[in-house]
């Protein structure tokens, strides 16, 4: 089952960068084919984990984020923005949004591990004794 949301950690400055670039709406947005590019909700998510970050004193917070969440970040952060302290964010706001695309077209679990093969009580035994060296 693919998933409807999943959360991206974002550091302060990345937040900050966000709530520069993410608008709640967007000016002529019957205009847009598809969808325009601003999210309420991730304008939401991304004012309370400032919020969180500022009461608490976190350096970094998750936020719930969506396909279409992904797309608007993809369509309004310029790749070489920085933070207000000249940091390049940027980049790794878009590279986060683009891992949590693919988790959400793909899943979070789409690596294939074989089954390890079932243990008797002799081969526990013996991994123990290895492990302990007697």
């Known amino acids: 089952m693919i ?18 670039t993410i608008r709640h709406e967007v000016a002529q947005v019957e205009q847009w084919r598809i969808a325009a590019p601003a999210s309420l909700s991730l304008n939401e998510e991304v004012s309370e984990a400032l919020l969180r970050c500022e009461e608490i004193g976190l350096s970094e917070a998750a936020v719930l984020v969506s396909r279409s969440d992904c797309l608007v970040i993809d369509y309004c952060v310029p790749q070489g923005a920085k933070s207000p302290s000249g940091v390049a964010v940027g980049r790794s706001v878009l590279l986060k949004s683009f891992r949590a695309r693919r988790e959400l077209d793909e899943g979070p679990d789409n690596v294939a591990v074989e089954e390890p093969q079932e243990m008797t009580a002799n081969d526990v035994r013996d991994q123990l004794r290895n492990m302990t060296g007697e």
Do not use: K, P, V
């Open 3 to 20: 998933q409807e949301t999943t959360s991206i950690i974002f550091t302060c400055d990345e937040l900050w960068l966000l709530q520069a």
